[in-house]
């Protein structure tokens, strides 16, 4: 089981494509030049959740820092519904001039595995440009709990007695696909229970209701620091400066990672040069006072990479969701 979900596998993935990417044949120089004003407008930005979450608060700072760099307006759209995908088709079906971008999350890649069908493919029709933000999950517990350790949850998941619940922000988040790999991992007798945002789900485990849950560490880490809830492990390959107290999954079961991302992405067909700007643009930006900043005030860690660092991390996330979706028998309903 442990190289089933092997990361291994997926890195040596995303180096091919890395390599792949960076040789191909560069734009010829009229090409170029034709691009070479833009933007000569304002960008739309979508974001394919409603106001206040995660989502929304990065693509709206990542907008005010992409405004500076550009020198043109950067207008946020909120077009959120059906787990991403109205949004998400929204840019697919958009001009391939660079004036319309998507900030999606790893929803993006999980939807076409779990869904019987999404209108759009991901790599035909949309190019990543970089990603924003790559954070791990906490797993925790309520305070009460009498699982103190990982090794506490994984053997109460073997005895034999009953299922234990864990919650996530819904069906198809990245809480609920680690939830799920854990499930695979540790072959643990564990049920999904789905609620509608984080907020609920952190609200029913504070008080018991659920045992366990993945979230992001803006969703906990207040909880925790507050000894309302207990971090059991983190998905990353390391600790976090977080939260150094609380060991990683890996340390318990090894080659275990799980990051929820963001990622900025354009129309297919969008011009080489104009993916250059915006890529420049976002390393700019994540590298500005205001940016670090903000997200650091919302426990969110930047992420730069390069277009092909980006393509070959989208290509390595897409297969390894989809084999925890075809091992687990994930439905949509």
Known sequence: MFKAYSRAACRRAFLAAAVSAAAATALPA????ADAGYPERAVTLVLAYPPGGGVDFVGRLLARQLEAELGQTVVVENRPGAGSIIGTNAVTRAKGDGYTLLLADPALVINPSLMASVPYDVKRDLVPISTVTKSPLVLAVPVTSRLRTLADLLAAGKSGGPSLNFASAGLGTTPHMAGELLKLRAQGNFTHIPYKGSGPAM??????QVDFAFATMPATTPYIRQDRLRGLAVTGAGRSASLPDVPTVAETLPDFEVYFWTALFAPGKTPEPVLEKLNAAVK??????????????AGETASYMTLAETAAFVDAEAAMWKKVVSDGNIKAD
């Not at 009229?30 to 030049?33: K, S, V």
């Open 30 to 33: 009229a090409a170029m030049a």
């Open 203 to 208: 609200t029913d485990l504070i008080s018991g």
């Open 284 to 297: 700019s930006a994540l590298a500005s006072d205001a940016m670090k900043s903000g997200l650091e005030r």
